[in-house]
């Protein structure tokens, strides 16, 4: 059994932060890391873009390469490092490249 599996998810999805919509898509991947629960990403062409500002944070995840994160310009201030995604992931996770994942805490992904 593979340590990733990626497979489109079921249900289509509506990306808040607060009462702010940042996107809406139906093309959203579900990453399962291990044990883990899965993790939803969202194409970056369903996501306003112009509503995030490049951080200077990288990670580095073993599985999955180097890890940049975004911050979301909302209208009750800045969510710092809200978001995180893989620019060049590394061989077995090259789905979720131009995709974008979401801290629950500051950003929900409503069932639509």
Known sequence: MAYLTITPATSPYRIRA????LGQTSRALNLQEGGSAAVVYVPRDDVDMS???LSTRQTRCPHKGTCSYYHI??????LENAIWSYETPLPGAEAIAGH???YPNLVSLEVI
């Open 18 to 21: 607060g009462s702010e919509v």
């Open 51 to 53: 509503r995030l500002e």
């Open 73 to 78: 310009r909302a209208a009750s201030g800045r």
């Open 100 to 102: 974008l994942a979401f």
